[in-house]
């Protein structure tokens, strides 16, 4: 299972950035999507992941309101839509899939296949 993630890059505080995570080899569809982060020294963090029916999302506290994950099937990716970013979203930004299961997609502990990051960067 190989993933990319995308769609990095610097942004103005306040500015929009959509990441994308795309998929070779396997589909999306079947697995949960997440999206982790991590800060300069901080640990990484769950930012949001969605079920893979695509009918169940989550968004960390940090993001809510601000950002939205979605699936687009027939393209095999899963995207991330940032908008209002601030300075501490900079961050390395990671995809991630998990096997399918009456779980939720939060469970971050849950996620084994991942791609390599994409760095966001916000500058006031």
């Known amino acids: 299972v190989q993933l990319q993630a995308s769609g990095g890059g610097l942004v103005q505080a306040g500015g929009s950035r959509r990441l994308s995570c795309a998929a070779s080899r396997f589909t999306l569809d079947y697995y949960d999507i997440g999206w982790f982060r991590r800060a300069p020294g901080k640990g990484r963090e769950g930012v949001s992941c969605i079920s893979s029916s695509g009918g169940s999302t989550y968004y960390a506290d940090s993001v809510k309101g601000r950002f939205t994950i979605s699936r687009d099937n027939a393209k095999n990716t899963v995207y991330l839509q940032m908008n209002s970013l601030k300075p501490e979203d900079t961050a390395v930004y990671y995809c991630?899939?998990?096997?399918?299961?009456?779980?939720?997609?939060?469970?971050?502990?849950?996620?084994?296949?991942w791609g390599q990051g994409t760095q966001v960067t916000v500058s006031s």
């Open positions: 991630a899939a998990a096997d399918p299961a009456a779980r939720l997609c939060s469970e971050w502990g849950r996620y084994d296949y």
